[in-house]
């Protein structure tokens, strides 16, 4: 009976190993699809035997974060209020940028009236206070950015020339915003620079240019993009200084959401 | 309670039956097996680690359609894991490819890289392993199907060998894999 079945058997061994394609593929599909019995076990077999693969690797252990995270999912949730969470972290930093920027502007009035000041010194306290207040209005945009719900964080890792280069990508769906952190990629000549992508499927979409400072980082704001399909993968590729439409250049880092 | 020494077998039938006791002590037994055939096929860690969740969830979801005839339940386990990394690295592959717009000579240099970046990987094959005892052919088309997904076909390709050359050493890999397993067992 066996020997009736070489030829099966035979791709069932490269089946199991998931290495079996194209029209052999269908073929044996078909043929297990019939019910044959044999080739079923002879599958179950080898892929027992194939575990012998992932026992010859040096074991990793998983952080523990991850537990904890499948755990989650697999919690029914219950609802709270979303506000209630969300407000605890965001209003402390809150609080804390707000009650510099008063402090600031508190010793920046006393000073003031302390000196019964000339005008122009006023106007240059009242320009540190305009500074101090758009700083401070930036960081709060930062933080209510990074503590909207939405916000989903994608690793992106070197590829091909700069495999120890890392990326960081803060990403809004919703509102088609993002913030982009990278570290380790080679300054580029003058007229090179870093553009983002967005990629949808397989469609890649320009996100923006950036470059990168000596240390080789970079902390780049996307313009809001205007293509509202879902992005499921970010990549970064060299290109020439003003941006490419189609990516043209290598591959240097890649993410996926 | 569950004892320490409840078979894999025992903990999935528990798991079945929605006890988040037994499903933490297979997590406990299968995740870094999970981890590190994710980490050696994705070689990204964070897209290991999604995946680790991936497949924990879904042994959570579908531990009631395991049945021991379905070989052991690390294999099942596992089959699981490739089945979800191989089409991570599949849909990678596709997207690469896409990208591949121009005849950049550092693109393909760059692509070229990537897809042979088993070397890069943290993860190192053991010494005196089964794999590390087969033949070095026979090492390198099963590495290349099993743990960076390429087709017969592709692996032919890579290795500009005849397709036939490449079934001949898979089988025979299989085979010797076989053996191993069954001196083990004896």
Redesign the interface.
Same mark, same amino acid.
Request: charged fraction near 25%.
């Given at each position: 009976m066996a020997t009736e079945h070489e030829n099966w058997l035979?791709q069932g061994?490269?089946y199991? !190993?998931?290495?079996?394609?194209?029209e052999e593929l269908r073929e044996f599909q078909a043929h297990l699809a019939s019910g044959c019995a044999i080739c079923d076990a002879h599958i179950?077999?080898?892929?027992?035997? !194939?575990?012998?693969?992932?026992?010859? @690797?040096?074991?990793?252990?998983?952080?523990v974060a991850?537990?904890t995270?499948?755990?989650d999912?697999?919690t029914p949730k219950i609802q709270t209020p979303v506000q209630a969470q969300s407000g605890g972290w965001s209003a402390w930093r809150w609080w804390l940028v707000g009650a510099g920027a008063l402090a600031a502007a508190a010793v920046v009035l006393a000073l003031a009236w302390s000196l019964t000041g000339t005008r122009d010194q006023l106007a240059k306290l009242q320009a540190q206070i305009a500074a101090l207040q758009n700083e401070s209005a930036q960081k709060d945009q930062l933080i209510q950015f990074l503590s909207t719900p939405e916000v989903r964080s994608v690793?992106l890792?070197g @590829?091909?020339?700069t495999?120890e280069a890392k990326g960081k990508l803060f990403w809004n769906p919703t509102t088609r915003r993002g913030l982009l952190i990278t570290f380790g990629l080679p300054k580029t000549a003058t007229d090179k620079a870093y553009e983002l992508w967005g990629?949808a499927?397989?469609?890649?979409v320009p996100a923006g240019v950036f470059i990168v400072d000596e240390r080789g980082q970079a902390r780049f704001q996307l313009p809001q993009l205007a293509d509202g399909r879902n992005f499921d993968?970010f990549?970064v590729?060299l290109e020439p200084a003003g941006g490419v439409a189609?990516?043209?250049?290598? #591959?240097v880092l890649?993410?996926?959401l | 309670m569950i004892a320490e020494s409840a078979s894999v077998i025992y903990l999935i039938q528990q798991v079945a039956r929605q006890d988040?006791e037994a499903?933490?002590q297979l997590?406990d037994r299968c995740?870094?097996?999970?981890?590190?055939?994710a980490?050696?096929m994705l070689?990204?860690?964070? &897209?290991?680690? &999604?995946l680790?969740?991936e497949v924990?969830?879904q042994v959570?979801?579908q531990a009631g359609n395991y049945s021991e005839?379905?070989?052991?339940p690390?294999?099942w386990i #596992?089959?699981i894991a490739?089945?979800r990394a191989?089409d991570?690295i599949r849909s990678?592959r596709?997207?690469?490819?896409?990208?591949a717009? $121009?005849d &950049?000579p550092?693109?393909a240099?760059?692509?070229s890289?990537?897809e042979s970046?088993a070397a890069?990987s943290?993860?190192?094959?053991?010494m005196n392993?089964?794999?590390?005892n087969l033949p070095e052919s026979q090492r390198k088309v099963?590495?290349l199907?099993?743990?960076d997904?390429? $087709?017969?076909?592709?692996?032919a390709e890579r290795l500009a060998e005849p397709l036939g050359t490449v079934?001949t050493r898979?089988?025979s890999g299989?085979q010797r894999?076989?053996e191993? @397993?069954g001196t083990r067992g004896a």
């Open positions: 035979a061994e490269i199991a !190993l998931g290495a079996l394609d194209g179950r077999q080898t892929r027992d035997s !194939l575990t012998l693969l992932h026992q010859s @690797l040096s074991v990793m252990t998983p952080p991850v537990k995270r499948v755990f999912q697999i690793e890792a @590829l091909g020339p495999p990629i499927g397989n469609e890649p993968k990549a590729t189609k990516p043209s250049g290598p #591959m890649l993410g996926s | 988040r499903f933490g997590y995740s870094s097996l999970v981890f590190t055939l980490m050696r070689k990204i860690r964070s &897209d290991a680690e &999604d680790l969740q924990f969830v959570w979801r005839e379905r070989g052991s690390e294999a #596992m089959n490739r089945s191989i991570k990678i596709r997207m690469e490819k896409s990208f717009l $121009t &950049d550092a693109r240099e760059s692509s890289t990537v970046s890069q943290e993860v190192r094959i053991t392993s089964a794999l590390a099963l590495e199907a099993y743990f997904g390429l $087709t017969q076909t592709e692996i079934k898979m089988r299989i894999l076989r191993i @397993l």
